[in-house]
């Protein structure tokens, strides 16, 4: 495969992923947590490259493609974890201890959670989460990067 055909593999691999996620959202109605939203992100820088590594040929952009792919599996992965309770998540969408709490900062800690947990798994398939596909299929896409940038 020529080095444009593997960016433009890489480039729509990364736009299908969004809009898988942006389908899941609107489509079936699972609004995405805040860990949900910081994987999309490198997919758009990803996509954003993409176009540029095609139109100008700069040789360093498949790497950064790379890297996007890369930094979206990290989060991916980093949020099956929390998904699991392996680790917690951000304070601002997973659920915490409630020891040592008077009944009115309980109720503001209630009163102030977010609708959408990171800890909560909203979809599964074959056993892994949105999260957990997000994952394995980007670091996919780093794989067909890299394999760009070094042609």
């Avoid at 860990?35 to 540029?52: D, E, K, N, S, T």
């Avoid at 996007?68 to 099956?80: E, I, K, Q």
């Amino acid at each position: 495969m020529t080095r444009n055909t593997l960016i433009l593999i890489a480039t729509l691999g990364s736009a299908a992923l969004m809009l898988g996620a942006l389908g899941f959202q609107y489509l079936g109605e699972l609004p995405p947590c805040k860990l949900c939203y910081w994987q999309r992100y490198p997919h758009v820088a990803a996509i954003v490259i993409g176009v540029a590594a095609l139109v100008t040929g700069l040789r360093f952009l498949p790497w950064l493609g790379a890297l996007a792919a890369l930094s979206t599996a990290g989060v991916g992965a980093y949020h099956v974890g929390v998904e699991q309770g392996w680790w917690e998540g951000p304070t601002t969408c997973t659920s915490g201890a409630i020891d040592g709490l008077s009944t009115d900062a309980l109720l503001d800690q209630i009163m102030g959670a977010p609708l959408i947990r990171c800890d909560e798994i909203a979809w599964q398939m074959l056993g892994l989460s949105m999260a957990g596909w997000n994952a394995v299929l980007s670091l996919a896409l780093a794989v067909v990067w890299v394999l760009a940038a070094r042609r």
